[in-house]
């Protein structure tokens, strides 16, 4: 059994007490058994899911080579999509705080190329970004990575899935041969083992099972009729009554017309699928994490990377043909320790999903008829906060406390009222109980935040 202290590795003190402040008292198993390794400098291939604690395993290694006074691209970490490098970027400079002058630059589409080359041109020993994006910059010239030493492929079986295969390839090209490579994929196609070989250099190979035990997730399958499908949904809803959910679905179109048809059944939901521009995911995103959207309905790419801290339960509209999709959905209820619930609709032509599921989880799967569901014709959810955007982010040097102490000062809100705030670069998302929101729109439309007018608008 691998020491799982962080005080047996050899990171500086510095680094030490930033970990402790930000909670972390012992390593996860992925961390205790990649990172002696890595921080020799070893390339490693690692089998680990989103909320192992992969992006310490790699991110306290990266930290480690970075020479701060060399102002060249030092660590490249590579992901599937903009949601995943935005919550990477975020840990990653949790990680960095032990020392000031670390630059960490993402560069993801959906953005405009300019203000990330003027990123770039200040310098960053640390870029993190989704491969199309990426080989844009390389292409013209605009990223360097003649200095790196260290890449990172974060869910690296994702990307292959999506197709990135040959631009991956463009832009491990770019990067100097002697580096450390690690690669970090939730299953091992062989498609991935046959990457490995062709970049890597005597990996170790690592691998977890997924921090959650399924004994705190509840799991039932439910048999519907092709055509009963969204009644039993709404079934499912009204039997378990469930705080928040995410709804799984194949499609885009699906997705739209599942939220619709929730909505209409006075079900807070909103769709979140690749055909929303970034600002509309950023929405919905900041909607539903932080408590006024209560349902998210999500095709597998879309909600990759999502990390929603208390989800209590993840249906699956339809099953996914690979049991291991299916354990990573489900992944999402039950964190720390809460009880989860999974609920699945199959018609009988899916059966043979279900067993796949049973074999894949070395369990029976349990099923049910949605006739067995006790249902409540009044039902309703409404998710408890209202979410205002205001038109004023980071480039405007707006910080959370900015927000916090003019709605508790002058407008007059108490703290308990005020949620989750989110910046953005040009924007920020305040979320507000429903009662407080006339009062906090009321006073930003005459009063200032650090001292300027910020226009406000509340988002339906
Ligand atoms: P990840 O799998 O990298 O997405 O991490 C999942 C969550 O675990 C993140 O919210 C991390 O901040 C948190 N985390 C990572 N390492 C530790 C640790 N050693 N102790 C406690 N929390 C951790």
Redesign the pocket.
Known sequence: MANDN?SSLSISPAQIAN?ES???????P??AQSLPHVLKGKDLIAK??????????FGIGLLNNINPRFFGVQALVICPTRELAD??GK?LR?LARFTQNIKLVLLCGGKPLGPQIGSLEHGAHIVVGTPGRLQDHLRKGTLVLEGLKTLVLDEADRMLDMGFSDVMDDIIAYTPERRQTLLFSATYPDTIEKMSRSIQRKPVSVTVEAEHSSSVIEQLFYEVKKHERNNSLLGLFEHYQPDNAIVFCHTKIQCDEVADFLRGHQIDALAIHGDLDQRERDQVLVRFANNSCAVLVATDVAARGL?IKSLKAVINYELPRDPEIYTHRIGRTGRAGEKGIALSLFTQSEQFRVNAIGDYQKKPSICDVPESLDRLSSYTLHAPMVTIQLDSGRKNKLRPGDILGALTGEAGLSGSQIGKIDIFDMSSYVALESSAVRQALNYLAQGKVKGRSIRARKIK
Do not use: N
Not at 22 to 28: F, V
Not at 48 to 57: H, V
């Open positions: 962080f970990l930000l909670g972390y008292k012992k390593m996860t992925i961390q680990a899911k989103t909320g192992s604690g992969k992006t310490a395993a919550q990477v840990e949790r990390d």
